[in-house]
């Protein structure tokens, strides 16, 4: 089915598909992992580029009660890191449809947009420069031009190479190019 033949829908009557989901665990990763002495595969604490915070399992920066993931926190399992990841998604999502009242989009854009926000976090979403201002104005592709605002990490500009190193930002900015791909095909 192609786009014109397709209609948006009302932000309020969507939600994150499983391949959204799917597409944003990939994208953050697992992190560091190992194995316990009973087989179980565990997530440890780290920080992913230098300047973030810490996190933990997949892209997991804070638990269900809002506390901080620290360092110092003990390992979870694979099944702990789906599910915080499903409960901070699934948070973020409530405040990301009051966020867009009276918005219209296509199920793919909802789930590219709330990939957006559990990499960038719901305040950054209600911020001028995010695509959300955009939005509420209709403007469907200038939504996805604001994308590629979207490539700072700790003060760095995550397109320019001298910031691809071990500890550096490049994801930022390959994600925000994918991101932008994917929204401007489906306009």
């Not at 099944?79 to 918005?103: G, I, M, T, W, Y």
């Not at 939005?135 to 990490?153: H, M, S």
Request: aromatic residues 10%; charged residues 20%.
């Amino acid at each position: 089915m192609t786009t014109s033949t397709r209609q948006r829908i009302a932000v309020a009557l969507l939600s994150l598909s499983a391949a959204g989901f799917a597409t944003w665990k990939a994208s953050e990763g697992d992190g560091p992992t190992s194995v316990r002495a009973d087989g179980a595969v565990v997530h440890h604490p780290y920080v992913p580029t230098v300047g973030d915070v810490p996190t933990i399992g997949h892209g997991s920066t804070r638990y269900e009660d809002g506390t901080a993931v620290r360092l110092t926190d003990p390992p979870i399992t694979r099944q702990r890191a789906e599910q915080l990841a499903r409960n901070l998604h699934n948070a973020d999502e409530v405040r990301f449809k009051a966020s867009l009242p009276d918005v219209l989009l296509y199920p793919g854009e909802f789930d590219l947009y709330q990939d957006w926000v559990g990499q960038f976090g719901s305040g950054n979403w209600r911020k001028p420069s995010s695509p959300r201002t955009w939005l509420l104005r209709g403007d469907y592709v200038g939504a996805c031009q604001a994308l590629l605002l979207w490539r700072f990490q700790a003060g760095r500009d995550c397109r320019l190479p001298q910031n691809w190193g071990p500890q550096g930002c490049k994801g930022v900015w390959t994600r925000q190019q994918k991101r932008h791909a994917e929204c401007m095909a489906m306009q």
